[in-house]
C-alpha cells in the first residue's frame, strides 16, 4: 500500500499541470515592398515609374498575398481556438505606415473569412485595424518621426562610431557608384535597403545596377549589422517599449474574459528590438523576413488557481513566411517562462507609451516629468482633501462658537432675547 503513492508520483505533474490556452498575441512583418528611399540611385539611369509595382515604400502584390497566405497559416493554427470573429474577441494594431496597414487587413482576409457571407459578393468581411505611428518609431524608423530623439542619435557619440566601424572600400564603393555622399549611417542604411530590397524583388522593372552583384553575398550581415547597432543605443528606450506593448497586451487581455488575440502588423526592426531587449539569439541573428512572425502563447494552468507565476508564455518564431514555427526560448525569462518572471525581469524596465513618446518628441527621458505629473495628481488631490478638512473644521468651529454664544447668551438673562 505505502508504494503505492510513490509509483504515482511521475504521474502528478501529468495530472497537476492542465495547460489551457487562454490568449495568443501575434507580432509579425508586412510583406514585401518597394524600396523606401531610393528607388534607384542618382547615378542610375532613370527607371521607368509607370512599371513601378508600387508607389515608394508600399506592398508589391506579392507581398499582399504572402500576407494573405500567413493569414491562411494562423488560420490553422489558431482556427479552433479563435473561432468567428468579434470586436471583443479579437484585437488587431499596424503602424501608421501603409504597408503595415494592408498587411494587417490582407493578412486578417486570410484569417478571418467570415462563416457566412456579410458582403454578398466578397468571401471577406472588414475587421478593424488601428494605426498607431509608435509601431514605426523603430531603430532607423525613428528619423522624420521623432524630431527630439533624432537630433539626440545624431549627436551621439556611438551613432557617429557607426560610421567609423563600416569597412571603408565599401564605403567608397557605395559613395563612387550611387553618386550619393553617404556621410551618415541613417544614408548608408537606407543605401543598404535598396540593394536588399530590390535584390529580393528580382524584377526588370525595378533593376539592380550591376556593381553591387558582388556586396549580393553579405547584404543581410551588413544590414543585420548596422541595425543592431542603431537598436543597441535604443535598447533601454525602444526596447522598454516593446517590452511594455508585450506585457500590458496580456495583462489586459486576462482581466477580459472573452479576449482571445492580439495582432501587431509591423516591421522586421519590431521583432528585433523586442529580441535585442530579451537577449533572444534567434530574433536578433537576422531580421526577419517579409511576413515573418512571433507568436506568444499565454497558458492558463486550470488546476490551479490563476497567479502572474502559474501563467506560462511561450514564443513560436518562423523567420520567413515558408519557415516551419519554431519554439524559442527568451534566455532572460527561463523555461517555462511564466508571466510572474516576465513581469520581474522587466520591473521598472517597461517604458510606458506616454514616456515614450516625450522621449520620441524631445529626445530626453523625462522621469521626473512623469513622476511629476503623478505627484501632481496627488498634491491637487491632496490639496484638495487639505481644503475640505480646513473648510470643514473652520465650519465646525464657526458652529461651535456660535453655538457657545447662543448658550452663553441663553444663560444670561441680560442677553435674551426680548421676544422669544
Ligand atoms: C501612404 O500613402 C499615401 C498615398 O500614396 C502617401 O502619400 C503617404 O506618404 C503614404 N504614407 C505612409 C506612411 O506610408
Ligand atoms: C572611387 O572613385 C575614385 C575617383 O574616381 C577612384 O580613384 C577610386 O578608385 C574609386 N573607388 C572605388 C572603390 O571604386
Ligand atoms: C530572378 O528572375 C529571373 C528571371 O525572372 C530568374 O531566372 C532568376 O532565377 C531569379 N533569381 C533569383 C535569385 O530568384
Ligand atoms: C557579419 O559577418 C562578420 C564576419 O563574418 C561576423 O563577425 C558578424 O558576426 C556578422 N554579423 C551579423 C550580424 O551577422
Ligand atoms: C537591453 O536591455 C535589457 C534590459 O535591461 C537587457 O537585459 C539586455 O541585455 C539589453 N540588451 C543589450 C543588447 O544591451
Ligand atoms: C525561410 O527560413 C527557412 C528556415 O530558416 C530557410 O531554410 C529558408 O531558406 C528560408 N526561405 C527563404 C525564402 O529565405
Redesign the pocket.
Known sequence: MRSLPLLLLPLLPLIAAEQKLRFVQIWFRHGERTPTNYLSFPNDPPIDMDKLPSNKGELTQKGINQEYTLGQMLREEYGDFLGEYSSDKIVAHAGEDNRTIVSGQAMLAGLLPPKNRVIADLPWQPIPIHSRGNLDEVSFGIFDRCEGLEKEIKANPRYQEIMDSIDPPLLELLRNKTGLPIEDPYMYQNVLDSIKTKFNMNSSDLPLPEWVLPIIPSISNLSTTVHTQMTKILNESSGGFHAELLLSNIEDALLLPSRKAFFLSGHDTNLFVFGMFFQSKDLTENLC?YAAHLAIEVYEDTSVPATPDSITIKFFY???????REEILMPLCGDPCTLGRMQRITEGKRWSERRWRNFCEKGEDRVDENQAIGNGVLTGSLLIAVAVLVLTSILLLYLTCSYRKQLVALRDPEQRPLIS
Open positions: 523576413q518562423a523567420s520567413n513566411l515558408t519557415a516551419p
